[in-house]
């Protein structure tokens, strides 16, 4: 199975540098040749001085409790909703492949699938690394249509942009930085819109508006039914930062937006105004990609609270209203923290998933899911993709072909299934069905 790109740094002068990966811990370590022995005294890892997680006593007797499960028939944006909690969602306990198509050109070295699907009203839309958009039966995954929306005399790849579909519209992003509303049924376009700078992620759709993100740190806010400029900020620069990014967050009439910088903004969904914001960088010693500051997890809005992490090292829960910080923690992540009841779940950097109590930050349990091919050696990065919560399980894909599954009362691997092909993008779930797209763009439909 060909080991493709988890994620990599991109510099302004140099573009993306690629960093390519391979095997897994989880699998039979390789026996090497003799090697000539160690020079004499104690190794310590560098590693091994950043702090590690661990859970907090004072939560050891705590029970977690979780809501119940719900079916969601649509999963309309990256993240699931606007707002991106999604709380408990329905899977049956035994899963089975019901169809497979490619949505297209998958990733290579020099373009990357870097958007989940999206499913509305019975209908899967993806784009590919072509910037594609191709439209498929949730039933059987029969394809319906296919628009093509890279400009003519541009080059077809894609590093950035992605699809929603809301108020009965596809909307697209691309990193050509233009913007498009289409006909769900045909693909035929509605409006478009040249915002002038490459677009990082995919829209999101609320308030009226189509919110983006480009890669010069500026927020869009487009009417979503003639495509219109409403209003527009810009955050802080960062010159280097990682290959992706996350989509704004809305609820309540407040756009959260990150930026590259470590920079998290709330601004008003009809102005642009500015609110609050906070800085989730957090600097550490002995790596330089550590310093990165880039949020490329996306922010979660849950009653009343905003969830955000950053690559360098930072997760809060902050208070949507007045922009208060309620607690803080060292973690590191470029996924999407999960939130259902009291409890917060997130994958971090180092390959551990961990429950964090939803109300002070505090870590009920932690589960290493394995970093690397060769521990000792600290060779072959594993990154894992994820989690979602469906059923009382919580779901997880890597770079290597691996998907787990683990309790979320108490970090138990419940179940190991080998994909088809490696998984850089967390799978999704919409009614009863659960979606996971390879890194070859193969998107894969169990029941």
Not at 94 to 99: H, P
Not at 146 to 161: C, F, K
Not at 198 to 209: D, F, K, L, M, V
Not at 250 to 267: N, Q
Request: aromatic share 8%.
């Amino acid at each position: 199975m060909k080991k493709t790109v988890a994620y990599a740094v991109k510099t302004a002068s140099i573009g993306g540098m690629l960093i390519v990966l391979s095997a897994c811990e989880m699998l039979p370590d390789w026996l090497g040749e003799a090697q000539a022995p160690p020079l004499p005294g104690e190794r310590i890892s560098i590693l091994a001085l950043e702090q590690s997680l661990e859970p907090d006593e004072g939560l050891s007797d705590l029970t977690v409790r979780l809501p119940g499960p719900y079916v969601n028939e649509n999963w309309p944006q990256s993240g699931g909703t606007a707002s991106h909690a999604m709380h408990h969602l329905t899977l049956a306990d035994d899963l089975n492949e019901v169809w497979r198509v490619s949505i297209g050109q998958g990733s290579d070295d020099e373009n990357r699938v870097t958007t989940a699907p999206v499913i509305a009203d019975g209908r899967v839309f993806a784009m590919d690394s072509e910037s594609r958009v191709r439209a498929f039966s949730q039933e059987d995954g029969k394809k319906l249509w296919a628009v093509n929306l890279t400009p003519r005399g541009e080059e077809d790849g894609v590093v950035g942009g992605g699809v929603s579909a809301e108020y009965g519209r596809v909307f697209a992003s691309t990193s050509y930085g233009e913007v498009y509303s289409l006909d769900p049924e045909s693909g035929g376009m509605y409006w478009k819109q040249d915002i002038g700078a490459p677009i990082r992620s995919a829209p999101t759709i609320a308030e009226g508006h189509v919110f983006v993100v480009t890669y010069d740190s500026r927020v869009f806010a487009l009417d979503v039914l003639t495509g219109e400029v409403e209003w527009s900020y810009e955050g802080g620069m960062e010159i280097t930062g990682l290959l992706g990014a996350a989509s704004p967050a809305v609820s309540s009439g407040t756009v959260v937006v990150p930026f590259s910088s470590g920079e998290l903004y709330a601004l008003r969904a009809d102005n642009g105004e500015q609110a609050w914001s906070d800085q989730l960088q957090a600097r550490r010693r002995y790596s330089s990609l550590s310093s990165i500051s880039d949020i490329v997890g996306f922010p979660v809005i849950d009653r009343g609270m905003v969830f955000a992490a950053s690559y360098s090292g930072r997760m809060v829960g902050i208070d949507l209203r007045s922009g208060n910080r309620k607690w803080v923690q060292e973690i590191s992540t470029t996924q999407t923290p999960w939130v259902v009841g009291d409890f917060i779940y997130v994958v971090t950097t180092d390959g551990e998933l961990v429950c964090l109590s939803r109300s002070n930050g505090l870590i009920r349990w932690v589960r290493p899911l394995g970093k690397f091919e060769d521990p000792e050696e600290k060779s072959g990065l594993i990154v894992w993709a994820g989690p979602i919560l469906a059923s009382d399980r919580l779901i997880l894909v890597s770079n290597y072909g691996i998907a787990v599954s683990v309790s979320p009362y108490d970090g138990k691997i419940l179940g190991k299934v080998e994909l088809s092909d490696n998984a850089s993008i967390a799978p999704v779930v919409a009614g009863g069905m659960l979606f996971v797209l390879t890194d070859d763009a193969q998107l894969v439909a169990y029941r």
